[in-house]
Nanobody, 118 residues
Framework: QVQLVESGGGLVQAGGSLRLACAAS????????MGWFRRAPEKEREFVAD????????RYADSVKGRFTISRDNAKNTVYLQMNSLKPEDTAVYYC???????????WGQGTQVTVSS
């Protein structure tokens, strides 16, 4: 099992920036991809971005392309989500996930709240 701990959430005004971090521990050698998902109040959880651990290939949801950047630090077993030009609709609990493929996420963090005020 892989343990994931998120940090970096908070309250920011529209147009501002935040950087989320997700530190992985445990069976990290089994991880092929790590990603970020979010759940807004009364909405389903949705994909935000993910990245493959070895090649660093990344994908983004259309709603965040050009504003969010996912990156990883292999030495620290940490994935980051740089969020710029934040909008009120980005308000959600953001979850980090890890798994053996980009189609299968098996480990989840506890989530970190991001609130964007207008």
């Amino acid at each position: 099992q892989v343990q994931l701990v998120e940090s970096g959430g908070g309250l920011v005004q529209a147009g501002g920036s935040l950087r989320l971090a997700c530190a992985a521990s445990g069976r990290t050698w089994s991880t092929y991809a790590m990603g970020w998902f979010r759940r807004a109040p009364e909405k389903e959880r949705e994909f935000v971005a993910d990245i493959t651990w070895s090649l660093g290939s990344s994908r983004y949801a259309d709603s965040v392309k050009g504003r969010f950047t996912i990156s990883r630090d292999n030495a620290k077993n940490t994935v980051y989500l740089q969020m710029n030009s934040l909008k009120p609709e980005d308000t959600a609990v953001y979850y980090c996930a890890a798994g053996p493929s980009t189609a299968q996420y098996t480990s989840w963090g506890q989530g970190t709240q991001v609130t964007v005020s207008s």
